[in-house]
């Protein structure tokens, strides 16, 4: 039928069957017309549809367009010439075949069509559609044949059809050009990503990132220089997908979590209840049951509602991984070609006769088969890693969404760390897990359909090869669950080792004080020895995996060729069939090697997995108790409330009735411990209720005791998100005693805070918390002792501005927690709490007159304080200058609280001056603070020096200095690299050895034919076969044993001295270094340097070396091929320059913008409850999205710029197959089969290994980077020597004089002198008080004499010694401080009390009488070796003081400084103590700082 059609012959094979083969010109003519117009056709309604549905705003007309549509045009007119020739031809006498009617006419409307389509595209964001690529290439394709056969019929001299053929040139030229122009990308103004806009030959080379890498490669890359990811990856459209899909699925586990619940509750039952017929058991059963249900117990705490999270990501990203399947699918399929083209090629050089044409043919498919593979390889790889990266993103930002709204009971659980952890490490760990899906199916896909092609070639002798495989799974298999278990312990071990990191760094000052460091260091040191005991174990597990891969692939070929040969006489091995099935079984090594990486990997996402749901699934806070009322005529009102810390404990508040009206002061009193704070949680909704309810009316705002403040500026931490009210502020600033504070910070309100406040005193830490809550106009305010931090006067100050009847907060309803008495005769109402009850209420007088608790704590606080007391703390004169200090201080007799000494330079004089000179500066600076805030734009620009407080992050820049991998490879020790390197190297000339002996054996089949080949010959060539494969097998293993000790030396090496280095830097260090940028470097560079960086070096060198001797093997074969490796190098190695750089500077980015977003999170679940009391929780979480954000779109570069890399060396790869297949067709004469197969399995093998060393290559260099942010902190200068030559006498101090001679002192060298030229003399037993306002710079004093701060000018002398003269311990040692912040540490009480064990419990016990613990610790079930959590949480700030107290009783030292160290407790414990000190620290030098007056009343100056 096609031939009347045509007119002509269709379809002759003897056309094939010559050296100039041709396709007949009927067949070009239709079907091959016919292919790339039925794609279009097809696909183009959907097309249509899909631009109609999501069509997006119109955009403009550019030239590309133009261009396009006007070639389009001019194809559109050639095929209306061609019709009308036709047509005048036709009235002519010879019939013309119908063809020439069809084809013009079927183009003219396809033209139309492609029209159409390219112009709605002008609707669409990317206008460039990939299906029309498609058919432009396909139909230049399919064109090429019709091309060259009318060539030849013009050039035979058949002019025939010379304007048919004019007309075909021109239309094949025009679409050559619309091709070459759809490859270019239109730009879309609305579109600030390139990658949205690309055209779909830029998508499918990633040519769009070009403009990236060559930025990256000219200058370092910035986070401005990376584009933001799109839309649909943004942290906000993620969530809100995932959170719809996890509301269906938790649910559902939630209820089989409950059946399970229930089941093994029935179960229990029924086996107690057998147990109860059979009375007569022992007491040893009864107690055994015990212990077992003791065991259950901890058991099904264990269980929680389990199985959702894969579901729900499933369902959440499932149009991903839908796609990436298909690419895949293709992929692996496209693999089997090349060895079946790598078959024909043999024969073809194996057969004189065949034509040259096919070997061309051969190897342009060889060529093109790889291409279509390597494209569909890299775009698959970007979605996975897409996708990756997505869940990453996405369980990030679930995990700090849920964080907000935990449970404190779910919330105790966990530290800081471990939710920090489950946000890196854990979301890391799905995001690899993830990357690799597909590998699942994509694996056994692989291994079948190799199997199958391999028994085709050599038959049974197949499963011999098989069978050794199967073998070695198993093996794989056992190793690596062994592996998960040390892996698991390691994640604890880790785990524990930065708790304590935490803990020291969070203590770090405490350790100074008291000379700790050395035990602590040895603490972390005995984890950190068992975890590289661990990573040992580890590392050995890996290198025997490594081996069993090594050896797996030559173990198979060895049996298997040996059992093929040996089965039957008849069979030979040839060329054909031995590198035919190479080719196989090194498709076959990749599915197996990944299977045990990938079971791993799946195992490690199945414990991070199950972390997860745990978190994610945990209970929300429940605040069904408070209820929110509107129209209530009271404020606050408990009805009956009972609430609990956690429900296996009792009740801390109970049955507690309250109401409180509108616009009152209420002051909430009681001793240490009764559950003054707790109500306030309570009200807050942060505890779980036992019964009763809470109503509330209007908002709240909350000041907590230990304020929490944010990293960021004063005027940030005030405004706290809220508008800026410039009267209003000034007003909080002045009313919250802040206003003399930001005159010595530097850049006043705009001075950087760092992180937890730790450049401000606990005083302006607590007020700055208030001016907070004052600056929120909230209806009730909870203030959790906000006074207790400040010093008399400024309290006094605070009160009457803020607090008190006349405050900027009167006429809102207050709730004042407190310690201070003499605030309390103003108050509207006391509710003073015993065990947390209520035990009276009512105003002060009416409480006095009622003669209960409360009157009776007030009397032994009267008496204690004595007449003057009372008159100091009953002041109620107005004073005209609220900060003058002088008038409080002039008011009390001279002896008793005067600092003066009678001297030139007294501290009061320095002092009164200095507060009568800020008094003067009141108003102008109150004006300045105006006029700063006009200025604003230009104080910005310059800092004022020493306002910014935490560094930024130093990112290094360029290449990572070569002293950097010197230093690693010093602490691997250039020894182990020698054999480590030497090892490997001759694993590979057996490998060299075993391939060229492999082509001469099949060399053997052209000399001897089956019958006569010779056993002895036979034997031999499989012995050496099998010894050449058994020695690269085991020296792969020596070098990788080698190298697991060589490596863990060096990870060891470097962490002791980053410990040992961190631990003797200077305070000042530590204020200026976020703690989460320090914790840092001992979480993530460490790991980087124990696991990855050892990794990536191995595989570098394996993959060096393998290409090496590939290229040499092919250069062996074909010589002139060495002119062919020279311009592929070329390429190569400006490939790779090109992206290293960039990509170096990407990570660096990922993991300067990863640690903000750990310090926000760490710092956000520290001030759970102030952002839940504000109700601020979507300002945070908007925050941290746009911190994910950032992080992401690093990491999404980073993606993309390996898929760049890849898809150019794959190219690079391609070349190599197909130059070195060309090479073999043009020197056919020459060369062997044996030869052919020999080149060309091992230049198809290589194509991998290209991509791998690159890869490699960068990511040593990205890793090294963990060695180079190492090294920064271990050359952090450090502070004074702990032990010096110069050692104190034996017994000093013995007397506790202590001299100050004209001492200066400024905390950073930038700043302003804090101390100027103080001198003093402190006699021995003396008692000194120091008092001044909050920031005079009194805690200064007490870092000086600890050499905290070292000295700017003159010196401290005790008992005759120099104490800038001796080493730091041998001084630190000697003092005893009760610091300021009770900071404690997770471990035992005893442990906190005595960490070197100097001390017998006996001493213990007595020091904890003396404190009033002793009762409390002996009711602990573990008595002193009861386990504190992190910070000490499970002890209220009362107890924390009195054991910091016992700490220091501990001591017995001859000098004693306290720091406001009872403004925590409340006032008959305050009286204890202050016996306490008196009796037990009689015979010590004290210097007391003090901020209530009457902690000094005793003072001897």
């Keep these: 039928m096609l031939e009347n059609f045509c007119n002509s012959t269709f379809w002759n094979s003897s056309l094939l069957d010559n050296p100039e083969a041709d396709l007949p010109l009927c067949f070009e003519q239709t079907v091959l017309v016919w292919i790339p117009l039925g794609f279009l056709w097809l696909l183009a309604p959907w097309q249509l549809l899909h631009v109609y549905r999501s069509r997006a705003k119109r955009s403009s007309i550019t030239k590309l367009y133009l261009a396009k549509q006007v070639l389009v045009g001019f194809l559109l007119i050639l095929a209306a010439i061609e019709l009308a020739l036709v047509l005048t031809e036709d009235s002519g006498q010879a019939a013309v075949p119908a063809v020439r009617y069809t084809n013009p006419s079927l183009y003219l409307g396809t033209w139309l069509l492609v029209l159409l389509i390219q112009h709605s595209r002008r609707w669409c964001v990317q206008k460039d559609s990939w299906f029309l690529s498609l058919f432009w290439i396909l139909s230049i394709l399919c064109g090429t044949f019709q091309f060259q056969t009318l060539i030849r019929m013009l050039l035979k001299g058949n002019g025939s059809s010379l304007a048919y053929s004019c007309l075909f040139f021109i239309g094949y030229a025009f679409q050559i050009l619309i091709l070459v122009l759809s490859a270019f990308s239109e730009k879309d103004g609305s579109a600030d990503n390139p990658s949205l806009t690309a055209s779909f030959l830029s998508k499918i080379t990633f040519s769009w990132y070009d403009s990236i890498v060559l930025k990256g490669y000219k200058q370092p890359l910035t986070i401005e220089d990376v584009w933001d990811v799109d839309e649909q990856s943004k942290t906000k459209t993620l969530v809100s997908k995932f959170e719809t899909h996890m509301a269906r699925e938790l649910p559902k586990a939630r209820r089989a979590y409950q059946r399970r619940r229930q089941k093994a509750q029935r179960d229990s039952e029924t086996r107690l209840h057998g147990l109860s017929k059979n009375q007569s058991q022992s007491q040893d059963v009864l107690v055994l049951e015990e212990a077992k249900k003791k065991k259950q117990k901890s058991g099904t705490t264990e269980d929680f509602p389990k199985s959702w999270l894969v579901k729900t990501l499933f369902k959440t990203f499932y149009l991903i991984i839908l796609k990436s399947f298909l690419l895949k699918l293709v992929h692996d399929l496209l693999m089997f070609l090349n060895p079946q083209l790598l078959k024909l090629l043999i024969s073809f050089a194996s057969d004189p006769d065949s034509y040259v044409w096919t070997g061309y043919l051969f190897s342009v498919l060889l060529f093109a088969v790889a291409l279509v593979q390597s494209f569909c390889l890299q775009s698959y790889f970007q979605l996975c890693f897409t996708l990756g990266v997505n869940v990453r993103t996405t369980i990030m930002a679930s995990v700090y969404r849920k964080a907000l709204s935990l449970s404190n009971c779910a919330r105790k659980q966990y530290t800081v760390g471990e939710t920090v952890n489950l946000m890196s490490v854990d979301a890391q760990k799905l995001m690899d897990v993830t990357s690799f899906i597909h590998l699942l199916w994509s694996n056994g896909l692989q291994i079948v359909l ?762 690079v790869g391609n070349l190599i197959v197909f130059f070195s297949s060309l090479m073999m067709v043009i020197y056919r004469n020459t060369l062997h089969g044996d030869t052919v197969g020999f080149v060309l399995s091992n230049a198809l093998n290589i194509m991998q290994t290209l991509n791998w060393l690159v890869r490699m290559m960068s990511e040593i260099e990205t890793n090294i980077v963990a060695v180079e942010r190492i090294n920064e902190y271990i050359k952090v200068e450090n502070e004074a020597p702990w032990v010096t030559d110069k050692r104190p006498p034996a017994g000093w101090p013995s007397k506790g004089e202590i001299q100050f001679n004209n001492y200066e002192v400024r905390y950073r060298p930038e700043l302003d002198l804090v101390l100027k030229g103080i001198t003093c003399d402190i006699r021995s037993q003396e008692k000194v008080g120091v008092v001044g306002r909050t920031g005079a710079g009194k805690s200064s004093l007490t870092n000086c004499l600890f050499r905290i701060l070292e000295a700017a000018g003159g010196q401290i002398i005790i008992d005759g010694v120099d104490i800038s003269s001796i080493g730091l311990h041998d001084l630190r040692e000697k003092l005893t401080i009760i610091p300021q912040d009770p900071i404690l540490f997770s471990g035992t009480l005893r442990m906190n009390l005595d960490p070197f064990n100097n001390y017998s419990d006996e001493e213990v016990w007595k020091a904890l009488e003396l404190v009033h613990l002793k009762s409390f610790v002996a009711n602990l079930q573990l008595g002193l070796s009861h386990e504190l959590t992190e910070a000490g949480d499970n002890l209220s700030i009362g107890q924390r003081q009195l054991l910091c107290l016992a700490r220091a009783l501990l001591r017995k030292s001859k000098i004693l400084v306290m720091d406001e160290a009872t403004a925590a407790v409340d006032l008959e414990t305050d009286h204890l103590i202050q016996i306490t000190i008196q009796t037990e620290f009689a015979h010590c030098t004290t210097i007391t700082i003090a901020h209530r007056l009457h902690t000094i009343m005793d003072s001897d100056k």
């Design 450 to 1211: 190799a199997l199958y092609f391999l028994w085709i070639e050599l038959g049974p002798s197949v499963l011999a090869g098989v069978g050794v495989m199967l073998l070695l799974i198993p093996l794989n298999g056992i190793i690596a669950t062994k592996n998960k278990t040390i892996q698991a312990k390691n994640m604890k071990k880790k785990d524990r080792r930065l708790k304590i990191m935490n803990e020291i760094l969070n203590g770090i000052k405490i350790l100074k004080y008291f000379a700790w460091e050395p035990s602590f260091k040895n603490q972390v040191h005995d984890i950190r020895k068992k975890e590289l005991k661990n990573l040992l174990t580890f590392g050995q597990m890996q290198s025997v995996i490594m081996f069993l891969l090594y050896i797996t692939p030559v173990l198979v070929s060895v049996v298997t060729f040996s059992v093929y040969v040996l089965v039957d006489s008849n069979n030979v091995l040839d060329a054909k069939k031995a590198f035919t099935s190479i080719t196989l079984f090194n498709i076959l090594r990749f599915p197996l090697s990944m299977l045990p990486m990938l079971i791993s990997s799946m195992l490690q996402a199945s414990v991070s997995k199950e972390r997860l749901e745990k978190y994610l699934g945990g209970d929300d806070l429940d605040t069904s108790a408070i209820q929110r009322d509107c129209n209530f005529d009271k404020v606050v009102q408990f009805s009956n409330a009972s609430f609990t810390w956690d429900h296996d404990t009792e009740a801390t508040i109970r049955d507690v009735n309250l109401d409180i009206m509108p616009g009152q002061l209420v002051a909430v009193v009681g001793t240490v411990g009764s559950g003054k704070s707790s109500l306030m949680s309570a009200m807050l909704g942060e505890m779980e209720n036992v019964h009763g309810h809470i109503t509330i009316k209007g908002t709240v705002a909350y000041v907590p005791q230990q304020s929490w403040i944010q990293n960021g500026t004063i005027k940030d931490n005030i405004l706290f998100g809220s508008e800026l009210d410039e009267k209003r502020y000034q007003q909080v600033l002045e009313a919250c005693a802040l206003l003399q504070d930001l005159e010595v910070l530097p850049g006043r309100d705009l001075a950087e805070i760092g992180e937890k406040g730790i450049n401000l005193s606990g005083g302006q830490k607590q007020r700055i918390s208030l001016a907070r809550a004052t600056y929120q106009n909230s209806d009730i305010y909870i203030l959790d002792d906000p006074l207790s931090a400040v010093d008399a006067h400024v309290g006094k100050h605070i009160f009457d501005k803020v607090l008190g009847p006349n405050g900027l907060l009167k006429g809102k309803t207050r709730l004042l927690v407190t310690h201070s008495i003499h605030f309390l005769p103003q108050v509207d109402e006391i509710v003073v709490l015993d065990g947390g009850t209520v035990s009276e209420k009512g105003p002060y007088h009416a409480l006095l007159a009622k003669k209960g608790l409360f009157a009776k704590n007030l009397k032994t606080f009267i008496k204690q304080a004595g007449p003057e007391g009372e008159a100091t703390v009953n002041e109620d004169s107005d004073e005209e200058d609220d900060y003058g200090l002088m008038t409080s201080v002039e008011e009390t007799p001279e002896d008793v609280a005067s600092l003066t000494m009678k001297r030139e330079n007294s501290l009061r004089r320095t002092l009164s001056r200095r507060s009568r000179s800020n008094s003067r500066h009141l108003k102008p600076l109150k004006n300045s603070l105006r006029a700063q805030n006009v200025n604003i734009l230009k104080e910005e620009e310059e800092l004022v020096k020493g306002q910014k407080l935490i560094k930024k992050e130093f990112i290094q820049t360029g290449k990572v200095k070569f002293s950097i991998y010197l230093k690693y490879l010093r602490a691997v020790g250039w020894c182990s690299i020698f054999f480590i390197i030497l090892a490997y190297v001759i694993s590979f000339v057996a490998l060299v050895g075993s391939n060229l002996w492999l082509s001469a054996w099949t060399h053997d089949s052209q000399i001897f034919n089956s019958t006569n080949y010779p056993a002895s010959q036979r034997d031999m060539r499989v012995g050496v076969y099998g010894a050449l494969g058994l020695v690269q097998g085991i020296f792969v293993l020596i070098a990788n044993l080698w190298s697991v000790y060589g490596f863990a030396h060096a990870s060891n090496t470097l962490h002791k001295q980053l410990l040992n280095n961190i631990l003797r830097a200077p305070m000042s260090f530590f204020d200026t270094t976020p703690i989460g940028r320090i914790v840092n470097r001992f979480a993530g560079d460490i790991s980087t340097v124990d696991d990855t960086l050892p990794t990536s070096l191995r595989s570098w060198i394996l993959c060096f070396l393998g290409i090496s001797s590939t290229l040499f093997m092919i250069c062996l074969a074909t010589p002139v091929f060495i002119i062919i490796i020279i311009p592929l190098s070329i390429i190569y190695v400006s490939v790779q320059m090109f992206y290293v750089a960039t990509s170096r500077q990407l990570r660096r980015l990922d993991s300067v913008t990863r640690s903000p977003l750990y310090s926000f999170f760490s710092e956000t679940v520290s001030g759970l409850s102030v952002i839940r009391a504000f109700q601020h929780q979507q300002r945070f979480l908007k925050h941290s999205e746009l911190l994910i954000d950032t992080n992401q779109k690093c990491v999404y570069s980073w993606i993309i710029s390996n898929r760049w890399l890849a898809v150019r060396l794959e190219l």
